[in-house]
Structure formats: structure tokens, C-alpha cells
């Protein structure tokens, strides 16, 4: 099943710098460097896309907010804090599709006018980190980071964090707390982070998969993104299946998929 994410609707080994520029990586990126940040917002508010994090909040409306709210600098999370039971979607993004969600990130912080993006990556995940830490390497010697990157105004700098692993730490405040080198632990909300976050200032904590979607969106448009999924909840969402299915692994699958089909045509049936 051909997926948003995936070329092929499941993971399939690590993509280097060469072979995602061979099927249009950073191209999304080179289209929006030239144009109005408010365009990216404008795309993945039109495409509907919501946070794959668990809120399903619309990623469009949190970075207008976080775009609107005063005081600077403003600031990214890309949150890869994800210590679910059974889940690993985050981890096979960072690990499989580096720079798709790199280049996401890129777009999302010219989006809300942010120069500086921690990426909270779980502490355990030593070979997402890895492949992370290579794509960033690659990136920066391309010119997709930087000072100026690309020849524009526009300058950008990314740092990893190690998240703690425990569930709580990937709540979107209490990364924010580990960010600034405090204890793993929810802030009182509000204010939220779309206006008090890192450091005081605007912050838009996005999950790991959200931010993978915001490339394809952009190069493509928001309305071949609506072919996937339904109207209510556009394109893919990735799902982990444990060994208690013939065929564990992650799939990704658009929404209003039946859960039948993922059970037994993905996973070949329960052992």
C-alpha cells in the first residue's frame, strides 16, 4: 500500500542524503524557502493535519499561535520522547527516514519563525540518535542548516537532547523542563507552550511522525494529501504490532482503515 511517509507503506531500512534527494527530498524545502513563511501554515492547515502525539490538536492552528504570540526568540521541539508501551513509530521514523523528518523540522521552524529547534529524542534510542546525528551532518554540509541556508534570510540550528526514559518525560511541558535541565515533570497549564514555553518564550512542541508529514504537504499540496484518510482525519498514521501477530512490525496505513485489515492483511492474523 503506497503510504505518505514510507514510499511503500512500511519501513524498509535507512535512507541516506542521496537516496531521499533521488525521489524529492528538500525539494518541499527549496519551494518554501523562496516564498512567505505563512504559506507552509497555510499548506498543512489546508492538507488538515493533526498532531500524531495523541492530542490530535490541527498543526496549522498551533503554529499560527505559536507564530503570533509576542516575545522572541521563538522556538521548536520536536518531541521523540515516546516511551508508550509497544509503541516504536517515532523510532523507526528517526531511524529509517532521517532526513524526511529533518527537512520537516526545517520547514515547520521557517513556518513559526524559530532559529533554534532542540530535538528531545528518548535517551534509549542510541540508534536513532546515531542516524539523526549523521543526516543533521549531512544537512549542515549541504546547506540545508545553518547561517543563511540556501541563500536566504533565513538561518537555522538544531541541538539533541536525550529524553529520560520514563513515560511521563515525554509530556510536551515536562520536555520542556529537561530542555532547560530540570526534572522530568509536567508545568500547570495554561499558559501553554504556544505562548509560555522554552525558556519563557513561544514554543511549538510537535511530535516525531507530525512533523515527517509537513515535507510530502508541502511539495504536493494539501489536496493530494486529503486522497489519503478521511475528512475528518486526513493522510496516514503509523501503527506498531507486537509478536503477538504472525507478522510484527510497523505499518503505516491511512485513516478510516478498518482495524480487521491491519490485524490480519498486515499482521497476518493473531499466533
Same mark, same amino acid.
Given at each position: 500500500?503506497? #503510504?505518505?511517509?514510507?514510499?511503500? $507503506?512500511?519501513?524498509? #531500512?535507512?535512507? %541516506?542524503?542521496?537516496?531521499?534527494?533521488?525521489?524529492?527530498?528538500?525539494?518541499?524545502?527549496?519551494?518554501?524557502?523562496?516564498? *512567505?513563511?505563512?504559506?507552509?501554515?497555510?499548506?498543512?492547515?489546508?492538507?488538515?493535519?493533526?498532531?500524531? %502525539?495523541?492530542?490530535?490538536?490541527? +498543526?496549522?492552528?498551533?503554529?499560527?499561535?505559536?507564530?503570533?504570540?509576542?516575545?522572541?526568540?521563538?522556538?521548536?521541539?520536536?518531541?521523540? $520522547?515516546?516511551?508508550?508501551?509497544?509503541?516504536?513509530?517515532?523510532?523507526?521514523?528517526?531511524?529509517?527516514?532521517?532526513?524526511?523528518?529533518?527537512? #520537516?523540522?526545517?520547514?515547520?521552524? =521557517?513556518?513559526?519563525?524559530?532559529?533554534?529547534?532542540?530535538?528531545?529524542?528518548?535517551?534509549? =534510542?542510541?540508534?536513532?540518535?546515531?542516524?539523526?546525528?549523521?543526516?543533521?551532518?549531512?544537512?549542515?554540509?549541504?546547506?540545508?542548516?545553518?547561517?543563511?541556508?540556501? @541563500?536566504?534570510?533565513?538561518?537555522?540550528?538544531?541541538?539533541?537532547? *536525550?529524553?529520560?526514559?520514563?513515560?511521563?518525560? @515525554?509530556?510536551?511541558?515536562?520536555?520542556?523542563?529537561?530542555?532547560? $535541565?530540570?526534572?522530568?515533570? *509536567?508545568?500547570?497549564?495554561?499558559? &501553554?507552550?504556544? +505562548?509560555?514555553?522554552?525558556? #519563557?518564550?513561544?514554543?511549538?512542541?510537535?511530535?516525531?511522525? +507530525?512533523?515527517?508529514?509537513?515535507? *510530502? !504537504?508541502?511539495?504536493?499540496?494539501?489536496?493530494?494529501?486529503?486522497?489519503?484518510?478521511?475528512?475528518?482525519?486526513?493522510?496516514?498514521? !503509523? &501503527?506498531?504490532?507486537?509478536?503477538?501477530?504472525?507478522?510484527?512490525?510497523?505499518?503505516?496505513?491511512? &485513516?478510516?482503515?478498518?482495524?480487521?485489515?491491519?490485524?490480519?492483511?498486515? $499482521?497476518?492474523?493473531?499466533?
Amino acid at each position: 500500500m503506497e #503510504g505518505v511517509l514510507f514510499p511503500h $507503506g512500511v519501513a524498509n #531500512g535507512r535512507e %541516506g542524503l542521496k537516496e531521499y534527494r533521488a525521489r524529492g527530498g528538500y525539494e518541499a524545502l527549496l519551494k518554501a524557502i523562496k516564498a *512567505p513563511a505563512d504559506n507552509v501554515i497555510k499548506s498543512v492547515a489546508d492538507a488538515g493535519l493533526r498532531g500524531r %502525539g495523541g492530542a490530535g490538536f490541527p +498543526t496549522g492552528k498551533k503554529w499560527q499561535f505559536t507564530r503570533e504570540a509576542p516575545g522572541e526568540p521563538r522556538y521548536l521541539v520536536l518531541n521523540g $520522547g515516546e516511551d508508550e508501551p509497544g509503541s516504536k513509530k517515532d523510532r523507526v521514523l528517526l531511524e529509517n527516514l532521517p532526513h524526511l523528518v529533518i527537512e #520537516g523540522t526545517i520547514l515547520s521552524a =521557517y513556518a513559526i519563525g524559530a532559529m533554534k529547534v532542540y530535538f528531545y529524542i528518548n535517551a534509549n =534510542y542510541e540508534l536513532a540518535t546515531k542516524s539523526i546525528n549523521d543526516a543533521l551532518a549531512e544537512a549542515r554540509v549541504a546547506g540545508y542548516l545553518g547561517e543563511n541556508l540556501l @541563500g536566504s534570510n533565513f538561518s537555522l540550528d538544531i541541538e539533541v537532547v *536525550p529524553a529520560p526514559h520514563n513515560y511521563v518525560a @515525554g509530556e510536551d511541558t515536562a520536555a520542556l523542563e529537561v530542555i532547560e $535541565g530540570r526534572k522530568a515533570w *509536567p508545568r500547570q497549564k495554561p499558559p &501553554f507552550p504556544v +505562548t509560555v514555553g522554552l525558556f #519563557g518564550k513561544p514554543t511549538s512542541v510537535n511530535n516525531v511522525e +507530525t512533523l515527517a508529514n509537513v515535507a *510530502p !504537504i508541502v511539495l504536493h499540496g494539501a489536496e493530494w494529501y486529503r486522497k489519503f484518510g478521511t475528512a475528518d482525519s486526513p493522510g496516514t498514521m !503509523i &501503527f506498531s504490532l507486537d509478536d503477538t501477530v504472525n507478522r510484527p512490525g510497523v505499518y503505516e496505513l491511512a &485513516f478510516g482503515t478498518p482495524l480487521r485489515y491491519l490485524i490480519e492483511e498486515c $499482521g497476518g492474523g493473531m499466533r
